[in-house]
């Protein structure tokens, strides 16, 4: 499967829920479907379909023991999300380092300046002013 059509496959497995869940699951370590199946409320052969997207997007892998086929995290499937994001970090990375030499040029400019001088507005008290007549 080519790069692109491999990412796409990759975060449209990830965009539902219940497929990162699965995910966070196996990250725990392997398991059987039956197992992985437990905490939803969703049937059997819905589970399976969402492990079949997972597999195809290579971000599980699914053996077989016997009866059982346990399921496990496959990270590599994510070498390709990582690659991607890898230029938006660079960029965002170069615009952080951009923000905080504008910050440091502020700060020289406000350090160079005398701060402005506050107007000074003494509140007079009740009878202040006055001449007193004892």
Known sequence: MPDTDRLSATFAALADPTRRAILARLALGE???????????????????????????????????AQMRPCRIDATG????????????????????????????????????????KKSRSVKRQGEGRARKD
């Open 78 to 117: 994510l070498i390709g999300v990582d690659h991607w994001l890898e230029e938006y970090r660079k960029l965002w990375g170069q615009s952080m380092d951009k923000l905080e030499s504008y910050l440091e040029v502020m700060k020289a400019e406000q350090g160079a300046r005398p701060a402005p001088k």
């Open 31 to 65: 398991t059987s479907v039956q197992k992985l199946a437990q905490p939803f409320d969703i049937s059997l052969p819905a589970i399976s379909r969402h492990l079949k997207v997972l597999e195809h997007a290579g971000l599980i892998t699914r053996g077989r023991d």
